[in-house]
């Protein structure tokens, strides 16, 4: 059974730090695009970074490029999202999600496997 879930969520200042973490387990990790995501109060889930299986490849959605940094451990099957210089509208629920393939995607729908969400919330 897949199972991702997600920690290191909290509350912070503005300009503060955080990293996140997702561990992978009951599914094959290594070689599979994995995603973050995030979801505000009454707002959509939106795309925040995507890694490719071998970890070569990145993208980030312009609202969280040059602050965030997505990285990945493929010995540990964890991927982990640091973020700088947060903001109060960095504010939301983050989902860490899994590709069925390598290549990196920053579409909701191409990601099946995801994780429940750890909270993170940035204090003006």
């Known amino acids: 059974q897949v199972h991702m879930a997600e920690s290191g969520g909290g509350l912070v200042q503005a300009g503060e730090s955080l990293r996140l973490s997702c561990a992978a387990s009951?599914?094959?990790?290594?070689?599979?695009?994995m995603g973050w995501f995030r979801q505000a109060p009454g707002k959509e889930r939106e795309f925040v970074a995507t890694?490719?299986?071998?970890?070569?490849?990145?993208d980030y959605s312009d609202a969280v490029q040059g602050r965030f940094t997505i990285l990945r451990d493929n010995a540990k099957d964890m991927v982990y999202l640091l973020m700088n210089s947060l903001k109060p509208e960095d504010t939301a629920v983050y989902y860490c999600?899994?590709?069925?393939?390598?290549?990196?995607?920053?579409?909701?729908?191409?990601?099946?496997?995801w994780g429940q969400g750890t909270q993170v919330t940035v204090s003006s």
């Open positions: 999600a899994r590709r069925k393939y390598s290549s990196p995607s920053t579409r909701l729908v191409d990601y099946p496997y």
């Open positions: 890694i490719s299986g071998g970890g070569g490849r990145t």
């Open positions: 009951g599914v094959i990790f290594d070689g599979y695009a």
